[in-house]
């Protein structure tokens, strides 16, 4: 059996980036916009915690109906709860050949769980990408940030309008306003961040991990710095 499951595991590694690719950044600093275009370019499943706790949460599950009133407050969802929810997604085969996640992981225990979950796997080094802004940018970037309902695409009104106000270019669908970027929340989401998630820069930088990215460029400029990162990452494997 132990034979059997060490034969998949080098075959997953040698499809895709065979890693685990982390953005990391607060709320604002593009990691979302960033992931949906790496996934694409490196057919990776992409992953988002947020995603999973406000999809939870419209099918009125357990997990949704905990997680609700703490995202409400901008604050974080306790560990337990976010790492079975990342396990399991991690579990299922399209994950095999690595993956995308933005918003995971936001605690020095969640960080310590995934590489943990890497090795079980047998997944190479995780690649972190930290998108580094100014905090001075992001309360605009979050209050006129717009999502696409059905297909999550990004926009924002002050600076990547959509063409028909309220209306997704790509497909049509409605664009909405999330709960939580208003500007009580997003305060509170910011300082969460500096409190629990900054401390994951030195976690990674101490292990070599860590590749900083320029997040205050333009969108497209962001995209090519992550690739040169990732393709030289990819070349060395
Ligand atoms: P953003 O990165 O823009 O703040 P997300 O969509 O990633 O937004 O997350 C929204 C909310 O979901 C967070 O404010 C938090 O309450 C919860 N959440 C998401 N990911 C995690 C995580 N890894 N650990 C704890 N809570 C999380």
Redesign the pocket.
């Known amino acids: 059996m132990a034979a059997v499951t060490a034969d998949r595991s080098a075959i997953r590694v040698k499809q895709g980036l065979g890693r685990a690719v982390i953005l990391l950044g607060p709320?604002?600093a593009g990691?979302g916009t960033q992931a949906q275009r790496i996934a694409q370019r490196y057919s990776l499943p992409h992953l988002?915690?947020?995603?999973m706790?406000r999809d939870n949460i419209s099918r009125g599950t357990e997990i949704g109906r905990k997680?609700k009133a703490?995202?409400e407050r901008?604050?974080?969802?306790p560990d337990e709860i976010?790492l079975g929810m990342v396990e399991d997604r991690i579990s299922q085969p399209d994950c095999a050949k690595g993956f995308v996640f933005?918003?995971?992981?936001?605690?020095l225990p969640?960080a310590d769980d995934l590489e943990h979950i890497c090795k079980q796997y047998n997944l190479g080094c995780t690649i972190v990408l930290h998108m580094v802004v100014d905090p001075a940018l992001l309360m605009r970037r979050l209050t006129g940030r717009r999502i696409c309902k059905a297909g999550g695409h990004i926009y924002n009104v002050y600076e990547r309008p959509p063409k028909q106000e309220g209306i997704c270019d790509i497909d049509g669908s409605e664009l909405i306003h999330r709960p939580?970027d208003s500007e009580g929340v997003i305060g509170e989401?910011l300082a969460a961040y500096d409190r629990q998630t900054q401390p994951l820069v030195e976690y990674y930088t101490l292990r070599g991990l860590l590749s900083p990215v320029d997040a205050m460029a333009a969108v497209d400029t962001v995209s090519e710095s992550i690739t040169r990162i990732l393709d030289g990452a990819n070349a060395l494997k």
Do not use: N
């Open positions: 709320p604002g990691k988002s915690t947020g995603d706790f997680a703490l995202m901008g604050e974080l969802v976010v933005d918003g995971f992981p936001r605690t969640q939580d989401r």
